[in-house]
């Protein structure tokens, strides 16, 4: 056996793994591989037959179930399991930037006819004192152009379809066919109210 090199000058915990190797290297022994084990392909089958056998389970859903199994998988390997299978996640699975889902599709094939609309509200000082004013906007997806209602301190179904026909009229002066209204599910969006559009 040859002599050891000295480990004088590294401080004690440089020392102690370097010494560690030494040895290692001396006696024959390979490293082990740095990282996290793979997933057995048993856990894999399991990962993919959740994920077919359930398909509004998201990725949580899933390392939770199998969490109950005594089975570890982290969130990023089941999702990585499910895009190496094709199985696209829906929305509440949380994909991946670029892995294209139902709903990523829907919006592409359909930015150009659609429009999305939203409440928010400011407080605002009034003669009357402190109030909350709502307005209502809408966003054209395939070119961003915006329509933003007159603010009012009581927005009621009326008022809300009086905005739906001017968003309407906006539209047609822009040159925009809306197919499509996307909304928040909110009590200030009545179910009928938004038809007129």
């Given at each position: 056996?040859?002599?050891?090199?000295?480990?004088?000058?590294?401080?004690?915990?440089?020392?102690?793994?370097?010494?560690?190797?030494?040895?290692?290297?001396?006696?024959?022994?390979?490293?082990?591989?740095?990282?996290?084990?793979?997933?057995?392909?048993?856990?894999?089958?399991?990962?993919?037959?959740?994920?077919?056998?359930?398909?509004?389970?998201?990725?949580?859903?899933?390392?939770?179930?199998?969490?109950?199994?005594?089975?570890?998988?982290?969130?990023?390997?089941?999702?990585?399991?499910?895009?190496?299978?094709?199985?696209?996640?829906?929305?509440?699975?949380?994909?991946?930037e670029g892995v294209p889902t139902p709903w990523?599709?829907?919006?592409?094939?359909?930015?150009?006819?659609?429009?999305?609309?939203?409440?928010?509200?400011?407080?605002?000082?009034?003669?009357?004192?402190?109030?909350?004013?709502?307005?209502?906007?809408?966003?054209?997806?395939?070119?961003?152009?915006?329509?933003?209602?007159?603010?009012?301190?009581?927005?009621?179904?009326?008022?809300?379809?009086?905005?739906?026909?001017?968003?309407?009229?906006?539209?047609?002066?822009?040159?925009?066919?809306?197919?499509?209204?996307?909304?928040?599910?909110?009590?200030?969006?009545?179910?009928?109210?938004?038809?007129?559009?």
């Amino acid at each position: 056996m040859g002599t050891v090199p000295s480990c004088q000058g590294l401080s004690p915990t440089l020392s102690g793994p370097y010494r560690r190797r030494l040895r290692e290297e001396q006696g024959g022994r390979v490293p082990g591989k740095a990282g996290r084990r793979r997933l057995t392909p048993s856990l894999r089958e399991l990962i993919v037959r959740l994920a077919k056998e359930n398909t509004g389970w998201g990725v949580r859903r899933i390392v939770g179930e199998l969490q109950k199994l005594a089975l570890k998988a982290s969130r990023s390997s089941v999702r990585r399991v499910l895009v190496d299978e094709k199985i696209l996640p829906d929305p509440d699975r949380r994909a991946p930037e670029g892995v294209p889902t139902p709903w990523r599709k829907f919006i592409a094939i359909h930015m150009n006819v659609m429009v999305a609309c939203d409440f928010f509200s400011k407080t605002v000082w009034t003669p009357l004192g402190r109030q909350t004013a709502f307005v209502l906007a809408f966003v054209h997806l395939g070119s961003r152009k915006v329509f933003v209602s007159p603010s009012t301190l009581h927005p009621t179904d009326a008022w809300v379809r009086q905005q739906a026909r001017n968003a309407s009229m906006w539209a047609d002066d822009e040159g925009i066919d809306v197919r499509f209204l996307t909304r928040s599910i909110t009590p200030s969006f009545a179910s009928n109210v938004l038809l007129s559009l």
